[in-house]
């Protein structure tokens, strides 16, 4: 591995890309666009990442989602984000948004999760005032004609058989029922079918008069964009948007979402493999040592049948699955939310093979927390770095980042902090936070599928000990 | 903790417009070397290598052959073993991923700026594999896997017959799947005389995203690509336009596909125009967001006709050949009705103007764009332009070229694709597909 010292420059001299392996230089991620931000009177923030060329991406994320809801209305939040696109007083129904967004060669889209709703428009450069337009008349004066709400229970509704065909999204959903049981969190995004078919105008209203608040706003936008420009848009734009009386930390204090280890098994022999998750509770968004869980989700990898490497993949445990024949696939995650989050292996295995593999999975986070050595920490160092750093790619990823940071951090981060925060971990840091929160814990334990050889759940949770390896 | 890291300095340096152009250089090996510089690629970079092979190159005997070599990409080469490869690439955080397509072969990777020479070794060391025994088995062993999985896959299947009919079984007509019943011919000694043909620098392109042309065709020249020593070369027969039709009776809803010659890669001109043909037809699916299709006339078509599940619109581009049509999934036995509302579609988007034309410019237009906004697809699209054409476009000047496309240029590529003889594929309910002959008769231009 010698002769790696001289390595590509740009001829830009903006763009000086050369450093060795060994002594890694991030000079190169500091000539990266910088991330503007103003706060609105009304408290929108709108952040921007100016990177030039032809297209622009410009988006509202809403701190809003079903950790909003009660379980009355669960399923509002998701309603309502369908219900945006359905026509306001200057553009009465959904044709007329879709035609003038496809005339000028635009798209729109949409999600909601269980914190966040996004309304995102991408557009050609000299465009982006209409975007802004687009998106501040249907977020502010949606009609949510009650003929179109009705129609629109259809679509979700057939949104809600497909997601509930998909063994992932059903295996994620009870996860959360179960570890956050009574909590707001465990109700799931799409809401119970009796919701979906009785939601009412009135709380779509409420929810967004409630909860689609100027601090709680964000725009932000990547690409060909100018941020003063952007700025006074939006002040323009989002005019009648009003700020919270209650404080986004008061709001959000009085929603609490405890962690329970518990198990929800859902046996159905006719289904010919195994679907299940085992998790802990993790880090919010904010904690500093976010990068350091990301990281350990990096050394326990994902694996599948498919990936090129194989038996040879570097992971620990993917050469074990791999080797021993153990699963179908399996993937390591690990979701953040305000005041909580979820971290464990998702696995699919053939039923015969399915307590192997879960003990293989808890005894692999015992291993990481007792003696991880620093070449794995090292080498995992790097690859999160880069799959970090290869996030940031096109207008509408950049976009997206930042609204989600600034909603969930209250700021960007840049690439040299990312780099910074990922280069300073040590296998201390690793062992520390694996022990506080992988060993001698009650998991939240959920499976679908021939469950009669599913291990017993305080066998699954005796492995989080180390004297039971 | 968290106060130290807000209290440090993480400010950037000025950031200023580049603009993105193509940069290209034949190297004394004949290695092409294609660049796109200037822009913003985000903190990483691509680095790709196109080899001109494919299935349009096999034979009877080696059908099959490039779906091994996609497979042994990352085995063993003169410096490496496979493992030494794969843990390479994947502990240093970069990505890569390989391809076989009916004219090339197709290895892309990712990685940070600090790995960009190591991957560029990586590739001139995938050019040089040594091929054991036991490698050549085990992957044959995973085609076949891959093949199985891809006949149980209805999009592949039908667009094999389209080429399969298209093409009437020669060059682009050719099985990109591999055949099964043919990989136990394939021997170990007929892959090394593949690779031996075909692995040469004049056959290979390697393109970069993000990197300084002038530096990777310096470090470029470092290293050998391929065998250059090698006499022996696979020839490459034109491909030629036939159509005609194919039926197979199967359960469940109908697959419809009307197709017909579009344009090849080198023609700028047609290209634009048939991309934005594309657009004007669109997309009828349900569930298409909007800027995406929800104003086009396939849309408006599925929605207006309950036995039309979902239509779209393709536009498939090779060196000397392309293919331009319609894929559509019915309901019962309504091929011969929907087969006739398509032809008609066609017939009315040939004579699209104004704001209809304007509008599917547009989108032509930003869907080009923001395509090659990342990485991978910035690399295909110049890649691509480069495998097949001369002059390589920018993403923009590529726009540009969609901007000019007049009523005019619509109705002439219509004309010329419809003067044609159509490929008509049906998988499904066969018992009312029309004949080619009446299919022809409802495209008069």
């Given at each position: 591995m010698s002769n790696i010292s001289k390595l590509f420059v740009n001829s830009t001299k903006n763009f000086?890309?050369?450093?060795?392996?060994?002594?890694?230089?991030?000079?190169?991620?500091?000539?990266?666009?910088?991330?503007?931000?103003?706060?609105?009177?009304?408290?929108?923030?709108?952040?921007?990442?100016?990177?030039?060329?032809?297209?622009?991406?410009?988006?509202?994320?809403?701190?809003?989602?079903?950790?909003?809801?009660?379980?009355?209305?669960?399923?509002?939040?998701?309603?309502?984000?369908?219900?945006?696109?359905?026509?306001?007083?200057?553009?009465?129904?959904?044709?007329?948004?879709?035609?003038?967004?496809?005339?000028?060669?635009?798209?729109?889209?949409?999600?909601?999760?269980?914190?966040?709703?996004?309304?995102?428009?991408?557009?050609?450069?000299?465009?982006?005032?209409?975007?802004?337009?687009?998106?501040?008349?249907?977020?502010?004066?949606?009609?949510?004609?009650?003929?179109?709400?009705?129609?629109?229970?259809?679509?979700?509704?057939?949104?809600n058989d497909y997601i509930q065909s998909k063994e992932d999204e059903v295996v994620f959903d009870q996860l959360h029922a179960t570890a956050f049981q009574g909590s707001p969190l465990g109700r799931t995004i799409l809401g119970p079918v009796e919701n979906i078919k009785s939601i009412t105008r009135d709380q779509i209203q409420e929810f967004i008069n409630e909860n689609y608040t100027g601090d709680r706003l964000v725009i932000s936008a990547a690409g060909a964009v100018n941020h003063e420009q952007l700025v006074e848009q939006v002040k323009e734009k989002f005019a009648n948007v009003k700020m919270s009386n209650v404080s986004k930390e008061q709001k959000r204090s009085t929603i609490v979402n405890d962690f329970v280890g518990s198990e929800i098994l859902v046996r159905d022999d006719e289904q010919p493999l195994i679907h299940f998750a085992v998790a802990v509770k993790a880090l919010p968004w904010t904690d500093p040592d976010y990068f350091v869980l990301e990281l350990i989700q990096t050394m326990i990898g994902n694996w599948n049948r498919g990936i090129a490497a194989g038996k040879n993949i570097a992971s620990n445990l993917g050469e074990i699955v791999a080797t021993e024949n153990l699963a179908e696939s399996y993937s390591t995650f690990f979701t953040s939310y305000q005041d909580t989050g979820l971290f464990g292996n998702y696995g699919v295995c053939q039923p015969e093979r399915v307590d192997d593999l879960v003990a293989e999975m808890i005894k692999e986070w015992q291993r990481i927390a007792t003696c991880c050595n620093k070449n794995e920490v090292e080498r995992n160092k790097q690859k999160l770095l880069a799959n970090t750093l290869m996030q940031y790619d096109g207008t509408s990823k950049v976009c997206e980042g930042i609204g989600r940071q600034i909603l969930t951090l209250g700021r960007r981060l840049s690439p040299f902090e990312v780099y910074t925060r990922i280069n300073e971990i040590t296998v201390a840091d690793v062992q520390r936070v694996a022990t506080t929160l992988l060993r001698d814990v009650s998991p939240a334990v959920t499976a679908i599928g021939p469950l009669a050889n599913f291990p017993d759940y305080n066998f699954t949770r005796g492995f989080t000990y180390w004297n039971r390896l | 903790m968290i106060g130290r890291f807000i209290a440090r300095n993480y400010t950037t340096s000025v950031f200023q417009e580049t603009k993105r152009v193509v940069e290209s250089t034949i190297l004394p090996s004949g290695l092409k070397v294609v660049s796109l510089v200037g822009g913003y690629t985000?903190?990483?970079?691509?680095?790709?290598?196109?080899?001109?092979?494919?299935?349009?190159?096999?034979?009877?005997?080696?059908?099959?052959?490039?779906?091994?070599?996609?497979?042994?990409?990352?085995?063993?080469?003169?410096?490496?073993?496979?493992?030494?490869?794969?843990?390479?690439?994947?502990?240093?955080?970069?990505?890569?991923?390989?391809?076989?397509?009916?004219?090339?072969?197709?290895?892309?990777?990712?990685?940070?700026?600090?790995?960009?020479?190591?991957?560029?070794?990586?590739?001139?060391?995938?050019?040089?594999?040594?091929?054991?025994?036991?490698?050549?088995?085990?992957?044959?062993?995973?085609?076949?896997?891959?093949?199985?999985?891809?006949?149980?896959?209805?999009y592949s299947s039908i667009f094999e017959s389209v080429h399969q009919t298209a093409f009437r079984g020669k060059t682009l007509g050719r099985p990109l799947v591999a055949p099964i019943c043919n990989l136990g011919n394939i021997t170990h000694e007929s892959v090394i005389n593949w690779v031996n043909a075909t692995y040469k620098p004049s056959n290979m392109i390697l393109v970069g995203v993000g990197l300084s042309h002038n530096e990777l065709i310096e470090e470029a020249e470092k290293v050998s690509f391929g065998n250059d020593s090698s006499s022996v070369s696979n020839s490459?027969?034109?491909?030629?336009?036939?159509?005609?039709?194919?039926?197979?009776?199967?359960?469940?809803?109908?697959?419809?596909?009307?197709?017909?010659?579009?344009?090849?890669?080198?023609?700028?001109?047609?290209?634009?125009?048939?991309?934005?043909?594309?657009?004007?037809?669109?997309?009828?699916?349900?569930?298409?967001?909007?800027?995406?299709?929800?104003?086009?006339?396939?849309?408006?078509?599925?929605?207006?006709?309950?036995?039309?599940?979902?239509?779209?619109?393709?536009?498939?581009?090779?060196?000397?050949?392309?293919?331009?049509?319609?894929?559509?999934?019915?309901?019962?036995?309504?091929?011969?009705?929907?087969?006739?509302?398509?032809?008609?579609?066609?017939?009315?988007?040939?004579?699209?103007?104004?704001?209809?034309?304007?509008?599917?410019?547009?989108?032509?237009k930003s869907n080009i764009l923001e395509q090659a906004e990342h990485r991978s697809c910035a690399l295909e699209f110049i890649g691509k332009q480069a495998l097949h054409a001369d002059t390589v476009l920018t993403p923009s000047e590529f726009a540009e070229e969609i901007s000019k496309v007049t009523s005019e240029d619509i109705k002439r590529v219509a004309k010329k694709m419809t003067s044609k003889k159509p490929t008509l594929v049906v998988v499904g309910d066969v018992s009312d597909a029309p004949t080619i002959e009446s299919v022809q008769s409802q495209l008069k231009l």
């Open positions: 000086s890309r050369s450093f060795s392996r060994k002594t890694v230089d991030p000079s190169f991620l500091k000539i990266t666009p910088e991330t503007k931000i103003t706060t609105l009177p009304n408290g929108i923030r709108v952040a921007t990442e100016q990177t030039y060329g032809e297209v622009a991406s410009v988006g509202v994320w809403v701190d809003s989602g079903s950790v909003y809801e009660t379980e009355k209305n669960n399923g509002v939040a998701h309603f309502l984000e369908h219900m945006i696109f359905k026509g306001t007083a200057k553009r009465p129904n959904p044709q007329s948004i879709e035609t003038e967004i496809e005339n000028m060669g635009g798209s729109l889209n949409a999600f909601t999760s269980r914190e966040h709703s996004a309304y995102y428009m991408k557009v050609l450069k000299d465009n982006v005032p209409n975007a802004v337009d687009i998106l501040s008349d249907i977020l502010q004066n949606s009609k949510f004609e009650t003929s179109l709400i009705e129609q629109e229970r259809d679509t979700i509704l057939s949104e | 985000g903190p990483a970079v691509s680095l790709g290598l196109y080899i001109k092979t494919g299935s349009r190159n096999e034979t009877q005997e080696t059908a099959g052959l490039n779906q091994v070599l996609k497979g042994l990409a990352f085995e063993s080469n003169t410096n490496k073993l496979g493992l030494e490869v794969q843990r390479e690439i994947e502990s240093s955080g970069s990505t890569a991923f390989v391809q076989a397509s009916r004219d090339n072969l197709l290895i892309s990777t990712q990685t940070l700026p600090n790995y960009s020479l190591q991957m560029l070794k990586n590739l001139a060391n995938i050019t040089k594999p040594t091929l054991p025994f036991h490698e050549v088995r085990d992957v044959t062993e995973l085609v076949n896997q891959e093949s199985d999985a891809y006949n149980h896959d209805l490459t027969e034109t491909a030629q336009y036939i159509g005609g039709e194919s039926l197979k009776y199967s359960t469940g809803n109908t697959q419809v596909v009307v197709a017909f010659e579009g344009t090849a890669q080198s023609n700028v001109k047609d290209v634009a125009a048939f991309s934005v043909l594309q657009s004007i037809l669109g997309n009828g699916s349900p569930k298409v967001a909007p800027g995406h299709g929800r104003t086009s006339r396939l849309f408006s078509l599925t929605k207006n006709n309950s036995n039309i599940v979902k239509s779209e619109a393709f536009n498939l581009t090779y060196g000397d050949s392309g293919l331009f049509g319609v894929v559509a999934e019915v309901e019962g036995a309504t091929v011969g009705k929907t087969v006739s509302l398509i032809t008609s579609e066609i017939v009315a988007a040939s004579k699209t103007a104004g704001q209809e034309l304007e509008r599917a410019k547009a989108i032509a």
